[in-house]
């Protein structure tokens, strides 16, 4: 084993192939090709088989990385493709979409020594897609049935988690999405560019095979009420995420779009729906001179979207600098290869109408530390100055529903940030029966993050039917 692995010292850090920037440019296909096997093995060998792995200890789903490594090594991949799928259900999703430079692989040793991470995502991700070629990804079949049921609200990572481990265990599992299509942020948030859409689709196809019910077009609260809901299911899995989105608040700001409508409409076009607001043009970046308000994820992905879309020009205002933006730097670069114009130290001031459409803004410089330890932008006196555009895109972030007041569930708690209040061991809320997982509870997020609290939740779930049945039997004798 050991001549096969801890490669770093003479083999170099190599990612799977990324498309030019002009062949990228006007289509939503992922940007990386396929490792080939070879590159696959030998990228994995680098792996230092540290004692301690931080890799691990910074993946959220704690998964078990430097073993898969040495099998892909190895060439046992059938094996590393089984361990990586034991702790993440959906390993490909992740392998893609991950920020991996803040999690896993910035947390490898080799990486802290200057050789270049190994490319733990790249690996993961070609390790599940050939699972899923050579048909090593098993299909859902519960060792029994049990009559008891589980209602899932939202059909984004966190409940698709969840629903997948109950129904191992033979549970009745019954999600409700207010969507069309299941995914969540997954189908209709994060741009096929990242994540092609049929990846999150056949995940969808092999619950639906393997038992899982989905009520689509279904608006809990309005469609069917939360009472109704806990009184047909055991127990219940709010997974709702955040989608209130955060205002600009300036002066003008009413033509402004919001980052998450934008998206939706194009994933909409590309899923083949007809989107009104694509075709008049109102969601739609073609020919446009577009400014994009924001630093994180979201925002990099509007201004990449409109990129494709056919912009004239992408300019992007981030109130910080560059180091100190909440979205990944990959994407950023990725970005700027695409011809996107970063105006960092900005903020808008007012949306300007009329003749010269666009934003007022203002230079900003970095401010003293606040209670967080993050510098506060501050304004620079007299450094006004105007960004043109005919579309403005705000993506400023998310925050709850208020969901007590949208369901009438005034007695469900939640935290002052609007979020719902749930034991961070258990995700039991305050009600019976009821439990919460993903961006509802820890405010918007990360895929994996969802993943995995959708499978805790799920285990809460199961132990909190058998108590009862338990008891109930007890009680019974
Ligand atoms: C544009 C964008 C890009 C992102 N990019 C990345 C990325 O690259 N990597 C990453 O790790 N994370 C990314 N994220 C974050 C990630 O998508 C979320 O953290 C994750 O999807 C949260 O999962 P969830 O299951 O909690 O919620 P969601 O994925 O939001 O799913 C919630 C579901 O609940 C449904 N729902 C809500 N209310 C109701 C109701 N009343 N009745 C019925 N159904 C309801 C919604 O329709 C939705 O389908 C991105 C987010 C956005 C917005
Ligand atoms: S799930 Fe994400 S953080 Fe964990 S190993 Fe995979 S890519 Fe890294």
């Known amino acids: 084993m050991a001549e096969r692995m801890q490669k770093f010292v003479s083999v170099g850090q190599k990612w799977p192939e990324k498309r030019a920037a002009a062949d990228r440019a006007d289509d939503f296909h992922e940007i990386y090709r ?196 806990r009184t047909q299911h055991d127990s219940v899995l709010i997974a709702t995420g955040v989608y209130k989105a955060k205002p600009l608040n300036a002066p003008n700001d009413q033509s402004v779009v919001k980052a998450l409508d934008y998206l939706i409409a194009s994933n909409r076009v590309g899923l083949g729906d007809e989107v009104a607001e694509f075709t008049s043009g109102a969601l739609n970046a073609a020919g446009k001179r577009v400014v994009v ?28 600098d560059r180091a100190n933006m909440p979205g990944s730097q990959r994407e950023v670069k990725n970005a700027e290869e695409e011809g996107v114009v970063f105006e960092w130290l900005a903020a808008p001031k007012a949306v300007r109408a009329g003749k010269k459409p666009g934003v007022a803004a203002v230079r900003m410089r970095l401010g003293a530390p606040d209670a967080s330890g993050r510098q506060s932008p501050e304004e620079v006196p007299g450094s006004e100055f105007d960004v043109v555009g005919d579309l403005i895109i705000a993506a400023l972030g998310f925050d709850p529903e208020d969901l007590p007041e949208a369901w009438d569930a005034l007695d469900l708690k939640t935290t002052r940030w609007g979020t719902i209040s749930a034991n961070p061991l258990t995700y039991a809320t305050n009600l019976p029966g009821v439990y919460a997982a993903g961006d509802i509870v820890r405010g918007a997020s990360l895929v994996v993050w969802a993943i995995k609290e959708g499978r805790e939740a799920a285990d809460a779930i199961h132990a909190y039917i058998q108590d009862r049945a338990q008891a109930a039997r007890v009680a019974a004798e």
């Open 34 to 229: 396929e490792f080939i096997a070879e590159k696959a093995n030998e990228q994995a060998s680098r792996c230092a088989q540290c004692g301690v792995p931080f890799c691990q200890t910074h993946c959220p789903l704690q998964n078990n990385i430097p073993d898969w490594l040495r099998m892909t090594a190895e060439g046992r991949l059938e094996e590393a493709y089984q361990l990586s799928a034991s702790t993440n259900s959906m390993p490909e999703i992740c392998g893609r979409i991950c920020p991996q430079d803040r999690l896993c692989e910035g947390g490898c040793v080799i990486e802290q020594s200057t050789h270049g991470a190994v490319t733990i995502g790249a690996v993961e991700k070609y390790l599940t897609d050939t699972a899923w070629e050579k048909g090593w990804v098993a299909a859902i079949k519960p060792r029994r049935e049990r009559e008891e049921s589980v209602g899932i609200i939202g059909a984004g990572p966190a409940g698709l988690a969840a629903a997948e481990r109950l129904r191992l265990r033979g549970y009745q599992v019954t999600v409700y999405d207010r969507h069309d299509r299941v995914g969540g942020l997954l189908i209709y948030g994060i741009p096929g560019f990242k994540l092609e859409k049929d990846i999150v689709e056949r995940r969808t196809q092999r619950l639906i095979e393997g038992g899982v019910k989905f009520v689509l077009n279904c608006n809990v609260g309005e469609t069917i009420s939360f009472d109704d809901l």
């Open 293 to 320: 308000i924001g630093g994180g994820d979201t925002a990099m992905d509007c201004v990449r979207t409109a990129v494709r879309q056919g912009a004239k020009s992408v300019t992007c205002l981030y109130r910080r």
